[in-house]
């Protein structure tokens, strides 16, 4: 199960850091992605990060969110800077996890993010 914390209420132009966790059992955890939901929206990948630390990002969050993770605590972040209103969304992780032999896609539950003008 993956856990994602630290969302909140902020202004245009601060800032947020965002974490996801996995707890449970052994495993090895693979890529980990971060997607967003707006209302009305359909969800909206953000960024990936491999299990090597190699970084993908869409053209949304370039250059302002930085993903990255701590395999000792199997954790992912997503720094989130300049966030603008339009950044207003639900914001969830996914990531590949090997369990007993097998590989599979975990989700968190989400952690809202309110950008104020």
């Known amino acids: 199960q993956f856990v994602e914390s630290g969302g909140g209420l902020v202004r245009a132009g601060e800032s947020l850091s965002l974490s996801c966790t996995a707890s449970?059992?052994?495993?090895?955890?693979?890529?980990m992605r971060w997607y967003r939901q707006a209302p009305g929206n359909q969800r909206e990948w953000l960024a990936t990060i491999s299990h090597d630390g190699i970084t993908n990002y869409a053209d949304s969050g370039k250059g302002r969110f930085t993903i990255s993770r701590d395999d000792s605590k199997n954790a992912a972040y997503l720094q989130m800077n300049s966030l603008r209103p339009e950044d207003t969304a639900v914001y969830s992780c996914?990531?590949?996890?090997?369990?007993?032999?097998?590989?599979?896609?975990?989700w968190g539950q989400g952690t809202e993010v309110t950008v104020s003008s």
């Open positions: 449970g059992g052994s495993f090895r955890i693979g890529d």
């Open positions: 996914s990531a590949d996890v090997l369990i007993r032999g097998t590989w599979g896609t975990y």
